[in-house]
């Protein structure tokens, strides 16, 4: 039986979205631990509801690639592999290459410069990304989590596809599954969590392409070395970031992945 918070009401409105999301927040926080087995019975007693919601949920997340389904023995957490985090890495860096050349190339009407909407969306992201640098500096995992999932996904929306925005937010919660149970291995993780969100939307606000691309490209560097370095069996190994007080103004937090 896993053993969950618990602090999460479940209403009967929309109860298979509320279970799904209750149980992809339990992976996250790493509660729900990879290669963890359990039933619909055990879920659905877990919170009090009948077993139709619970398995339409369980269904749900394993289509999103966070639950493996076992036809006699019920559903497991999917246990990501170093490779299979490359690989998150790779079809997200080759997505955003796409999206660079959109705005490069001004194909994105909405997207120009001093679209009220768009100036009023970056602003919210902002707020989002201020968010996630205050709770990587204070070292709180999961509500870094958080904050970094809508960051992202609402800078996604801004390209006006639900398609793209959907799939890079299934992709970064799946890295984020790979990447929790070899953060949380850290006594301390504070100075080991990238979070230049805001010099992101920065640079994308004055529509500095090149810096947006160079901020990814050593984010993206950076994710894979601190990865490395804790699934190498060692986690004091990964890089260490100066203290936040040593570094330059524009890098002075990490987040993953």
Do not use: C
Not at 7 to 20: D, G
Not at 96 to 115: Q, W
Not at 175 to 180: A, I, Q
């Amino acid at each position: 039986m896993p053993r969950l918070s618990g602090n999460v009401a479940v209403t009967r409105s929309t109860l298979r979205q509320q279970i799904a999301d209750a149980l992809r927040d339990e992976v996250l926080a790493g509660r729900l631990q990879p290669g963890q087995e359990f039933t619909v019975k055990e879920i659905a007693d877990q919170y009090g509801v009948s077993a139709t919601p619970v398995r339409e949920a369980l269904v749900d997340l394993s289509a999103q690639g966070l639950l493996d389904a076992d036809q006699h023995r019920g559903f497991r957490v999917h246990e990501y592999s170093a490779d299979d985090f490359r690989g998150m890495i790779e079809a997200r860096s080759l997505v955003t290459e796409g999206m660079f050349h959109a705005l490069v190339h001004d194909d994105l009407p909405h997207l120009r410069p001093g679209e009220p909407r768009l100036a009023a969306l970056l602003a919210g992201v902002r707020r989002r990304g201020e968010e996630a640098r205050r709770a990587a500096q204070a070292g709180e995992v999961t509500v870094l989590i958080g904050y970094d999932l809508r960051f992202w996904r609402e800078l996604a929306s801004a390209f006006g596809n639900p398609y793209l925005t959907d799939f890079l937010h299934r992709l970064r919660v799946q890295m984020w599954v790979y990447v929790v149970q070899h953060l949380r291995q850290l006594p301390d993780p504070r100075g080991r969590l990238w979070a230049e969100h805001t010099e992101l939307v920065d640079a994308l606000s004055r529509r500095d392409i090149d810096t947006a691309r160079v901020i990814l490209e050593a984010y993206t560097a950076y994710s894979l070395s601190l990865v490395e370095g804790l699934t190498a069996g060692a986690a004091g190994k990964g890089p260490v970031r100066r203290p936040a007080q040593q570094d330059p103004p524009a890098r002075d937090a990490d987040t993953l992945p």
